[in-house]
Each structure stands twice: as structure tokens, then as C-alpha cells.
């Protein structure tokens, strides 16, 4: 579904991706772990077409998105939903009008139509009945589905998730990795869920990669990351301060 090669991009000084090869295969969830900084949220902004790189190949579904114009590259990301580290919720609008957003501005949906399918993604959720809330008045976890129903209100192929339990206690962050399994299930979706909480990775995760350095250092089910003896996935999935990946 995804293919990136050869994927580069400097941010002032700091070469944050520095020949990233990776590829996202239809209808599983992988997911892309490192430490904070390393260029994870930057790959997927790259990735929806947010961020435009110095160098390098992203095909989604067999399309270079790389130096499309921004008419077909609209076109190529309606095919993606996306799930924000802090939800990016407009405080402005209700609940109900921050899930319908997409539908009112990229279909011709009438509001009959675009009123139950707000319904519909909002108790797939778990938040039926909380249209006229506005988020202010929402949890952290609340906030964090309502932006999980927003991003899977058009119907997308594949969805990218931004830190998804960062800040959301154990149990809530637990909720919200039987969403993205159970919206895998339901959808059919490509999921691509960027995160340094390993409990998280490995409850949602088809397979993982690690991202280190600006490149991905490993690739492989969740079986082989527990098992493998590569020292810099050791390191980070048990997490500990001694190791070749430095603390400070």
C-alpha cells in the first residue's frame, strides 16, 4: 500500500531522515517505534503529504506523491484518515461538527446523511450521544476517540496514528489499542501507528519497525522484534538506559 525509498529530509542542522526504506503492506497495522526526536511524527507528515522531502520515493498504492501537484495530491490524501498526537480538535465546534468537518468539505453528502454517519463513527468509538459536547468539556481519552471518529468519517484506506496513547492512563490507553484493532477488523483499513509506548506497539501491532538514526534499523512481526538480538531493538523494547542507543 505504502513504498518509501531512499526517503531524506533536513530540518536546520539535524538530518532527521536519512535514507528511510520502508514498506506498509495492505490491510495490516504496523507500527513505527523509536525514541522522541528521532524523526517518527516527521515521517508521517512526509508520508501524508504534509512534508515534502530533499530526496527520496513515496508510492501510495502504486502513486509517486513526490512532486505531485497539490489538486492530485488532495485527491491522493482523502484516501487517508489521520489521528493527531493532541487530537487537534477546533475548541469552536462541537463535537459532532469536529467528526462531520471532512465530510461537509471534500463530499456532497446531504445533512441527513453526513448527521448519521457522525453517529454511526462516534458509536463505533464508544461516544454515542456526545454531538453537542464541545472538547473542552472531554477527557483526554474522549478527545482522542473523538479525533479517532473524525479521522475514519470519510471511509479512508489507511489510517495514521500520531502518538495515540501519549498522556492517557493504562487503562484508557488500552481503549483506545482495541479501537485500532477492532477498526482494522471492522474497516479493512492500512493502520501505520507511530509510538514509543512498547505495551501499546505490541497489542496493535501486525509487524514493527524501528526508526533510529534517520533510518529504519529493523523490520519484522511482533515475534521477531521480542526474539531478535539486534542490540538497538533490545535496548529499546526493554528499556534500558545501558546499551549502544546513549540516554542523554
Known amino acids: 500500500m505504502i513504498e518509501i525509498r531512499g526517503l531524506r529530509r533536513r530540518l536546520g542542522t539535524k538530518q532527521v531522515l536519512d535514507g528511510v526504506d520502508l514498506d506498509v503492506r495492505k490491510g495490516e497495522t504496523i507500527v513505527v517505534m523509536g525514541r522522541s526526536g528521532t524523526g517518527k511524527s516527521v515521517l508521517l507528515k512526509h508520508v501524508i503529504g504534509l512534508m515534502t522531502p530533499d530526496e527520496g520515493?513515496?508510492?501510495?498504492?502504486?502513486?509517486?506523491?513526490?512532486?505531485?501537484?497539490?489538486?492530485?495530491?488532495?485527491?491522493?490524501?482523502?484516501r487517508f484518515g489521520m489521528l493527531f498526537q493532541g487530537a487537534a480538535l477546533f475548541d469552536s465546534?462541537?463535537?459532532g461538527e469536529n467528526?462531520?468537518?471532512?465530510?461537509?468539505?471534500?463530499?456532497?453528502?446531504?445533512?441527513?446523511?453526513?448527521?448519521?454517519?457522525?453517529?454511526?463513527?462516534?458509536?463505533?468509538v464508544g461516544?454515542?450521544?456526545?454531538?453537542?459536547?464541545?472538547?473542552?468539556?472531554?477527557?483526554?481519552?474522549?478527545?482522542?476517540?473523538?479525533?479517532?471518529?473524525?479521522?475514519?468519517?470519510?471511509?479512508?484506506?489507511?489510517?495514521?496514528?500520531?502518538?495515540?496513547?501519549?498522556?492517557?492512563?493504562?487503562?484508557?490507553?488500552?481503549?483506545?489499542?482495541?479501537?485500532?484493532r477492532g477498526l482494522q477488523r471492522r474497516l479493512g483499513v492500512t493502520s501505520v501507528v507511530v509510538t514509543h509506548d512498547m505495551t501499546s506497539a505490541f497489542k496493535v501491532a501486525d509487524r514493527m519497525a524501528m526508526l533510529h538514526d534517520g533510518r529504519v534499523v529493523f523490520t519484522g512481526t511482533v515475534d521477531e522484534a521480542r526474539q531478535t538480538s539486534d542490540p538497538l531493538v533490545r535496548q529499546f523494547i526493554e528499556g534500558t538506559s545501558e546499551g549502544p542507543i546513549r540516554a542523554l
Open 57 to 78: 520515493s513515496i508510492r501510495v498504492d502504486g502513486v509517486e506523491i513526490v512532486g505531485l501537484r497539490e489538486r492530485e495530491l488532495n485527491a491522493v490524501r482523502r
Open 127 to 180: 461516544l454515542a450521544g456526545v454531538e453537542d459536547m464541545k472538547p473542552a468539556s472531554l477527557s483526554g481519552g474522549m478527545k482522542k476517540r473523538v479525533g479517532l471518529a473524525r479521522a475514519i468519517a470519510m471511509d479512508p484506506d489507511v489510517v495514521l496514528y500520531d502518538e495515540p496513547t501519549t498522556g492517557l492512563d493504562p487503562i484508557m490507553a488500552d481503549a483506545i489499542d482495541r479501537l485500532i
Open 93 to 95: 465546534l462541537t463535537v
Open 99 to 124: 467528526v462531520a468537518l471532512p465530510l461537509r468539505e471534500h463530499t456532497d453528502l446531504d445533512r441527513a446523511e453526513i448527521a448519521r454517519r457522525v453517529s454511526e463513527r462516534l458509536e463505533w
